[in-house]
Structure formats: structure tokens, C-alpha cells
């Protein structure tokens, strides 16, 4: 009887993992766009995040399939007009004042991030820095935590620290694309290594779990920018979690509607740069 009522329980957590997951990748496609608004607890305001609710309005126009930010931020970015969009909640941080902005501690809890309405939560680790153990610890207490409440984690995965020379490098980037992995993480965000052929080893070898690239700085060029899109998809990659690139662009809702269509319609570059003008 304990087994069996273990069984339903479990079968009904899973049904509620797989209806929110589905509020942040795409069914058809199996991609996702994920625009970061989480960087105010770092940087403080910032150019793209004074308004957050119209932002958030500005890249749901542009079809992002979900919204990443601060437990804080949540009721300004709810607009109660416009297109849906789903929620990640981020449940680590540290500010750029901080001893060692590299450690993150945790700052929210998947309970609270569920009353707040969550579709998923994330993480953040720096694999590599001072404090790595700490943030791993507090990692698995995350994991356990979302897979008891059926809730998809996304673990943002960074070789980040003293001993990381290039954090693009694919040796270190495929310790922290497996460590994400190897903790339980449902969709792992990491950096692009540069070239399709070393990130599609690093995506092969986790291949029952999403990858997404990370958008990092704003970069110099927008054909640069889809470049990158297009080729981490080539290599197997499974969407963008793009900041910067997005809400300190020109026309955050035709970026947005560009990169979807690289995304989730199979796009080459030329063909989006055909199709939007980006002058």
C-alpha cells in the first residue's frame, strides 16, 4: 500500500515537471529562449532593466518562451496585460561588492519561487572558483528540494576562478556542462567554446539533457551574435539564455523574433539578416 501510494505520488510530481518544463522549451522544437533579467543584484540598475514589466512585455512580443529573474523583481515584471511568457525564479546570487563575487549563496528557496508562481528555478556555480565546494553543496539541497516539488532546475554552469585562464576553453567548459549534469540539473546553461566541433563532444556526452549557450557581454556585432546561435545549435545545443544582448539591444522584440527564428525554425544566418534590419 506505502509503495504503491510512493509510486502515485512520484508519477504526479513527474506530470507537474513536465507541464511547467513545457512553459520553458518549446514542444515542437525541444528549444528554448530564456532572457536573464537577474543581473540588479549584481550590478545594481542597469541600461535595458529600469522597467522591468516593459521589458519583459518587449521580449514576449518577440515570442521568448521564458523570463529569468530575482524572487524581488517578480511583482515588477508581472503585467497582467500581454502575451504569456514563463517564469524562472533564480535562487542564487552575490553582488559585485561582494569579497569574492564569485561565490554565490543561495538567496531564495524553491518554496518561495513556487508561491511566487514559478515555472522553474535556477542556479548558479562557478566551477573552479575558491568556494566551488560550497556552491555544490548547496546545489544537491536545490536539486533534492525541485525534485521533491516536481519543479525543473536550471543550473547555470561557469568555470569561473583563479585557475580558469579562458573560460571558453572546451576542457574546462565540459567539466562544468558535466558537473551540472552529474548533479542532477534538468537544463544545464554554460559558455560557448568557439567552434561547433569541441561543444558538440560536450553536448554528446550529456545528451539526455538540454544545453544552452550563454550570451555573456553585449558582443560587437549582431551577425557575430546569431553566428554563435546558429552554430551551438549546430552543435547540438539546445537554445540561448540571453541577457545583455537582448534588453540593451536597439529593438529588444525583433532581436528576440530574429533569434526564434534561428531557434526554433531552423534559420540559417543570412537568412535572418535578410529578413530583419538591423542598420
Not at 528554448?32 to 545594481?44: E, K, R, S, V
Not at 526564434?260 to 539578416?273: A, D, Q, W
Request: glycine fraction near 10%; proline fraction near 4%.
Amino acid at each position: 500500500m506505502i509503495s504503491l501510494l510512493l509510486k502515485k505520488i512520484g508519477f504526479i510530481l513527474n506530470i507537474g515537471k513536465n507541464i511547467r518544463i513545457e512553459r520553458i522549451i518549446d514542444r515542437k522544437s525541444k528549444r528554448t529562449i530564456i532572457i536573464p533579467m537577474d543581473h540588479g543584484l549584481t550590478m545594481g540598475t542597469i541600461k535595458g532593466l529600469e522597467d522591468v514589466a516593459a521589458m519583459v512585455d518587449k521580449v514576449a512580443l518577440g515570442g521568448a518562451n521564458a523570463v529569468l529573474m530575482h524572487s524581488g523583481m517578480v511583482g515588477a515584471g508581472h503585467r497582467k496585460y500581454g502575451k504569456d511568457i514563463g517564469l524562472i525564479i533564480h535562487l542564487s546570487g552575490a553582488t559585485s561588492l561582494a569579497p569574492d563575487p564569485n561565490r554565490k549563496i543561495l538567496v531564495c528557496s524553491v518554496e518561495r519561487a513556487l508561491k511566487m508562481g514559478a515555472d522553474g528555478v535556477s542556479i548558479h556555480i562557478n566551477i573552479g572558483a575558491d568556494e566551488e565546494p560550497e556552491m555544490l553543496q548547496d546545489a544537491s539541497e536545490i536539486v533534492e528540494s525541485s525534485r521533491e516539488w516536481g519543479i525543473p532546475l536550471i543550473a547555470m554552469m561557469y568555470p569561473r576562478g583563479k585557475k580558469i585562464r579562458d573560460e571558453n576553453d572546451p576542457e574546462v567548459v565540459n567539466i562544468a556542462v558535466r558537473a551540472g549534469v552529474e548533479l542532477g540539473a534538468d537544463i544545464v546553461k554554460t559558455n560557448y567554446t568557439g567552434d561547433i566541433d569541441s561543444f558538440k563532444e560536450i553536448v554528446k556526452g550529456v545528451s539526455h539533457v538540454p544545453i544552452i549557450i550563454a550570451g555573456g557581454p553585449k558582443m560587437d556585432t549582431i551577425p557575430e551574435l546569431f553566428q554563435m546561435v546558429y552554430d551551438s545549435l549546430q552543435s547540438g545545443g539546445a537554445g540561448v539564455a540571453f541577457g545583455r544582448n537582448i534588453f540593451q539591444s536597439k529593438n529588444p522584440t525583433n532581436m528576440v523574433q530574429a533569434i526564434s527564428k534561428i531557434v526554433h525554425n531552423n534559420y540559417t544566418v543570412e537568412e535572418v539578416l535578410k529578413e530583419y534590419n538591423f542598420n
